[in-house]
């Protein structure tokens, strides 16, 4: 993970990956959604000193940054639980028994739902995650687990913690690393065009 | 990651589609489609390698607009006609294609299925409208939930880099292309053509007043022609087998099939390829597809393509799944992806689920949006909570009017129509909620509800 000698918030060989992956693109800040993907899976949080350091490694402001970090819901500004579940509360999901789904788990967790976590596990509602036809659904740590009933649920969550059902943790299994890192574009840096 | 179920696939891969051609999903089945090897052993790529040695790029444009193919996510824009509008090959500057994979309209979940199970074919879509478009480079944007889809999706582009699929001089054919993925972080609006790009761009996704048009001026200021999963997935079929094959499926103005998902409750939940055309009937109630109303229960209501679509009572049960018939029941097929509610769900609840998610989803730089799906989502939350007041629903169809056709996207808009239609088929149901709630003493107006404002 971090070293000691580099403020980098990524290894140096993934640093090194992603500075040839800005120029497959007219501007490098069109790597930013992805690399702070990756800062939050090593990191387990995008916190300021990482802002800071992809602004500029982008060449952009720290606050542009920011304003995606807080545009898009799937980045961590606070630390984050080791296990983290989101419910779908749409409507496919909503009609399948999605209130059940959470009453269940927060029974199984002890934890109330979208009020934090204990820092091992964190169960939030989230918005439609695209499983409708399977649903009710949950995603633990970017794993989805469809068509689930409250007692699924409950031993989805037992098979996790006793190590049956593994859920990705850490640096993600998705390596963004395309083997061609082409440089698609072929014109002069782009001009201005009002 | 491996071995985990794929509920959302075992219903389509089951059905046997009887009845009628497939071209989407034909291949799905089959396993590992996912590989490049398995792939090829089942044709992909051999529509446009075809395509390279035989067909001019005109041509290619051409049979795309004879073919009458319209857009699948969601406006049902003609496609060919959208590529026309890119200037023509001899201009110097680069071009781009931006591939729609932000599936994200609640009920819908069909792009997710062609991504995991055939992603190739959505290559060879790509392959084929870059070299009718002349692009340099396409850039697919798929949504951040989608990790498992990103992954399959970025293997499969490797191995088709790695086999001379994509890159520089494809074939030796002198056409080359790059193909880039690109993770989105969650946040609906990026579907939205513009904010799509905004987001590729590595920005919020806020979509960009229009004109200027993405053929004019989209991604990095370049001419772009964006287009969704499953419209590009249409396109090898219509260049291998012809247009007048491909219009021979669907109806005149709205050929081809189309990937309907059936969610709610329904006995068979799935993603089912269908002609356009077919009725809803059919489709909530054939033994082929959604199989009936589950538990033996009534229908109250059906949304038909997607949570901003609205909803419909049974009394329009035989619509038939066009962009024409759908749109003037008031409403639209958009995502063709069909919502069952059975006899006992309430349409309050469902219609407030639908405005909260607007309103999560507002990207807030329109007032009439940011404030108006605030208004619907609260005042729906007090009828649904037993604190409806009589003026509330008067309130909301005119909140609704403030909030169409005024701001740079639609999502305004579509926050408001499944408001609007619900009113429209179902008024007696908020009433009798606003109703019930003026019964239980305490519960009056101005009991520390606050405004909606």
Redesign the interface.
């Given at each position: 993970m971090e070293t000691s000698t580099t403020k980098a918030p990524l290894p140096p060989d993934r640093t090194a990956w992603w500075e040839r992956r800005k120029a497959?693109?007219?501007?490098a800040?069109?790597?930013?959604?992805?690399l702070?993907?990756d800062i939050q899976d090593h990191r387990g949080l995008v916190d300021g000193e990482a802002m800071q350091w992809a602004a500029d490694f982008?060449g952009i402001s720290p606050v542009?940054v920011y304003?995606?970090l807080t545009?898009?819901?799937?980045?961590d500004l606070e630390p984050r639980a080791k296990r983290r579940i989101a419910v779908c509360?749409?409507?496919?999901c909503?009609?399948?028994g999605a209130r059940r789904i959470v009453e269940a788990l927060e029974d199984e967790l002890g934890l109330e739902c979208d009020r934090g976590g204990d820092g091992d596990w964190s169960l939030r509602t989230v918005?439609?995650?695209?499983?409708?036809?399977?649903?009710p659904m949950m995603?633990v740590n970017?794993?989805?687990f469809?068509?689930l009933t409250p007692e699924k649920a409950r031993e989805i969550v037992r098979a996790i913690r006793e190590g049956r059902e593994?859920v990705?943790e850490g640096p993600?299994?998705?390596?963004?690393v395309?083997?061609?890192l082409?440089r698609?574009?072929?014109?002069e840096p782009?001009k201005?065009?009002a | 990651?491996s071995g985990?179920?794929d509920?959302?696939y075992a219903?389509p891969l089951r059905t046997p589609h009887p009845g009628h051609e497939t071209y989407l999903f034909d291949r799905i089945g089959i396993e590992g489609m996912a590989d490049l090897e398995t792939a090829r052993a089942h044709g992909a790529y051999e529509t446009f390698e075809r395509v390279l040695e035989e067909m001019e790029p005109s041509e290619v444009t051409a049979a795309v607009k004879d073919s009458g193919l319209r857009g699948r996510g969601g406006a049902g824009f003609p496609c060919g006609l959208k590529w026309t509008f890119m200037p023509p090959l001899d201009d110097p500057?680069?071009r781009f294609l931006a591939v729609n994979a932000d599936?994200?309209?609640?009920?819908?979940?069909k792009d997710?299925v062609l991504i995991r199970r055939h992603p190739h074919l959505l290559l060879e879509g790509i392959l084929c409208a870059s070299y009718a478009m002349g692009i340099?480079?396409a850039h697919i944007f798929i949504?951040?939930?989608?990790?498992?889809e990103?992954?399959v999706l970025?293997r499969a582009?490797?191995e088709a880099?790695?086999a001379g699929w994509?890159?520089?001089d494809i074939r030796g054919k002198g056409f080359g292309?790059?193909i880039?993925?690109?993770?989105?972080?969650?946040?609906?609006i990026c579907g939205e053509e513009t904010a799509l790009m905004e987001?590729?761009?590595?920005?919020?996704?806020h979509p960009r007043p229009k004109p200027p048009f993405p053929a004019a001026?989209g991604l990095?200021?370049?001419p772009t022609t964006v287009n969704n999963v499953e419209t590009l997935c249409n396109v090898p079929a219509i260049l291998a087998k012809g247009v007048a094959w491909y219009r021979r499926i669907g109806t005149q103005a709205s050929p081809g099939n189309v990937l309907a998902?059936?969610?709610?409750?329904v006995a068979r939940?799935?993603?089912y390829e269908v002609p356009l055309g077919i009725t809803m009937r059919r489709l909530i109630e054939d033994e082929a597809f959604g199989g009936g109303v589950r538990n033996g229960k009534g229908l109250k209501a059906f949304?038909p393509g997607g949570?901003s679509s609205g909803f419909l009572p049974p009394s329009e049960l035989d619509v038939p799944l066009t962009h024409d018939d759908l749109k003037e029941k008031g409403t639209m097929l958009g995502t063709a992806?069909v919502?069952v509610?059975d006899e006992d769900?309430s349409i309050v609840?469902?219609t407030r689920?639908?405005a909260d998610?607007y309103h999560?989803?507002s990207?807030g730089q329109c007032s009439q949006c940011r404030e108006g799906t605030g208004w619907l989502a609260r005042i729906l939350a007090r009828i649904e909570r037993g604190a409806g007041r009589p003026e509330d629903l008067d309130i909301l169809l005119e909140a609704c009017a403030n909030m169409k056709g005024k701001t740079i996207c639609v999502l305004s808009d579509a926050a408001a129509w499944p408001v609007e239609l619900a009113l429209r088929h179902f008024r007696g149901e908020f009433e009798e909620a606003i109703d019930r709630a003026r019964t239980v003493v305490g519960v009056a107006a101005g009991s520390g509800e606050g405004s909606a404002s």
């Open positions: 497959c693109f007219p501007e800040r069109a790597i930013l959604l992805p702070l993907h982008v542009e304003g995606v545009f898009y819901w799937m980045y509360r749409n409507i496919s909503d009609l399948m918005e439609c995650m695209g499983a409708c036809t399977a649903a995603d970017g794993r989805y469809e068509e593994e990705p993600a299994e998705f390596a963004p395309p083997a061609n082409a698609s574009w072929t014109e782009r201005e065009e | 990651m985990a179920t509920p959302a219903w500057r680069p599936e994200s309209e609640p009920g819908t979940c997710r340099t480079a949504r951040g939930e989608y990790v498992e990103a992954r970025q582009i490797d880099y790695a994509i890159g520089a292309v790059d880039h993925l690109t993770r989105g972080a969650g946040a609906y987001a590729t761009e590595g920005k919020r996704g001026v990095w200021g370049k998902g059936i969610s709610g409750h939940p799935g993603v949304i949570s992806s919502i509610l769900a609840r469902a689920i639908i998610f999560d989803e990207c």
